[in-house]
């Protein structure tokens, strides 16, 4: 296979994995401007803290779709036929009984969980009533986003990613016009905001459930789950293997979200509504770049599959430098037009003032961090979970510190933690990935 071809490969996998971002990332801008346009900075600052309580509590449990892109890919690569069915049918089961135990215990645990979240982010005053609002309403779509993690996932592993884009632009749209009805029209506010994700996450289901039954998966997936070898000893640690470190390697990451979020709000609600708009520019930009992990879990996934380094090699190579192209155009971008795109998300003066103080940042985020979005695809598509725990978890303890050494510099000196954070993570990648290939290619 050429250079070419594994590129053409990439950008199929990636464009549509990047629209499909794009279509996820806003309904987040929706929900900023349309709360925006009321002029409340409280206001704006509980949906912040509550879409950040949110992201903290199910982003941890991300790792049942990357685990189930990983295992469906390297499935795939075996191109074992009739053989390949069946296994990727036994995934999405174990995948999607997994997703459900955890929503059982999510909706048992509700009343204990938004009151320790709310605390540990220190909301007070009228800001913490509506933050509690809008949690109390969208928690009730955490089952349902589990369930949609595992389908997503699968179909990525497929190759199906058109199908997904298609769902997220439809809920997406659905998303953005309750939005404006909500919230501007019917004047629900805070309320309005929460409503409009609880319905388009359950319209997403809806679709994704509909998509997976046209691919034959309703009738795998029954037969595998009535199947003693789906439930094997073996198949099973591998399972959990994967979703553990992949899960303390997301609850690190989300504590330091969170940490950047307490920050954000110990500095007063205007500091906190500015780094929120950031934050979800920034967010923006991660999840365009996030196309090429995909991509790269998905093509690292087949070649570790089918035991084939050089197509490995190559489509590590091709994401990396993908990736480093985009994130130098979206760092270009947001230093031409940054400040003025995020004062476009307040009508409040000091807001306004604040998101173009700090705008510097946004424009140095997606350059710093592309390499550990690239890295992270290629370490899950090839299984080396715990080795991508482990550099998390040492960036992790360096950004600790920086959060201390750097208090002085005040909002400054928290988004240069954050963003060491990143290239950190990318550097313990960088470090470890010539033994691991070596390893995982030995007999290659």
């Known amino acids: 296979m050429t250079r070419a071809d594994t590129a053409r490969q990439l950008w199929s996998i990636a464009l549509p994995a990047m629209l499909t971002n794009v279509a996820t990332a806003l309904f987040g801008l929706a929900d900023m401007w349309a709360i925006g346009r009321l002029g409340d900075a409280s206001a704006q600052g509980a949906v912040e803290l509550g879409a950040k309580f949110m992201l903290g509590l199910l982003n941890v449990f991300n790792f049942l779709r990357m685990s189930t892109v990983a295992l469906t890919a390297q499935e795939s ?24 135990a955890i929503g059982a215990v999510l909706l048992v645990a509700m009343p204990w969980t938004i009151g320790a979240g709310l605390d540990l982010l220190e909301a007070t005053g009228p800001m913490r009533g509506q933050a509690q609002t809008y949690i109390f309403i969208r928690y009730w779509s955490g089952p349902v986003w589990l369930a949609n993690c595992v389908l997503v996932g699968w179909l990525i592993g497929r190759r199906r990613l058109r199908f997904v884009l298609g769902v997220e632009i439809t809920a997406n ?81 989300t504590a330091a979200l969170l940490l950047f979020a307490r920050s954000g709000a110990q500095a007063g609600p205007v500091t906190l509504a500015a780094n929120g708009i950031l934050f979800q520019l920034f967010m923006l930009s991660t999840l365009l770049l996030d196309g090429f992990e995909s991509a790269a879990q998905v093509l690292c996934g087949e070649a570790v599959g089918a035991g084939r380094k050089a197509r490995f090699d190559a489509a590590m190579r091709a994401a990396l430098v993908s990736g ?8 270009i971008f947001y230093a031409l037009g940054g400040g003025w795109l ?42 080396w979970t715990r080795a991508m725990l482990g550099t998390m978890a040492a960036a992790m303890a360096l950004y600790l510190g920086l959060l201390w050494l750097l208090e002085p510099f005040g909002n400054h000196g928290l988004w240069m933690a954050f963003a060491v954070l990143f290239a950190a993570r990318a550097a313990g990648q960088a470090v470890v990935l010539p033994g691991l290939v070596r390893r995982a290619f030995s007999d290659s």
């Open 77 to 100: 690569g075996r191109e074992a036929g009739g053989s390949t069915q069946r296994a990727q049918g036994e995934t999405l089961v174990r995948a999607m009984a997994v997703a459900l």
């Open 173 to 253: 749209l659905v998303h953005i016009a309750l939005d404006l009805v909500l919230v501007l029209v019917a004047g629900w506010g805070v309320a309005g905001v929460a409503g409009a994700t609880l319905c388009s996450e359950v319209l997403k289901l809806a679709l994704l459930a509909t998509v997976v039954a046209r691919e034959g998966a309703v009738h795998q997936a029954l037969a595998a789950a009535a199947r003693r070898s789906t439930w094997a000893r073996a198949d099973l640690l591998r399972l959990f293997a994967l979703n553990r470190d992949l899960f303390m390697r997301t609850v690190l990451i």
């Open 324 to 331: 480093g192209a985009a994130g130098l155009a979206l760092s």
């Open 342 to 383: 995020a004062s476009a998300f307040s009508t409040d003066p000091q807001v306004i003032a604040a998101s173009r103080d700090y705008a510097v940042w946004l424009a140095a985020m997606p350059l710093l961090s592309v390499a550990s979005f690239v890295l992270d695809g290629v370490f899950v598509g090839a299984g």
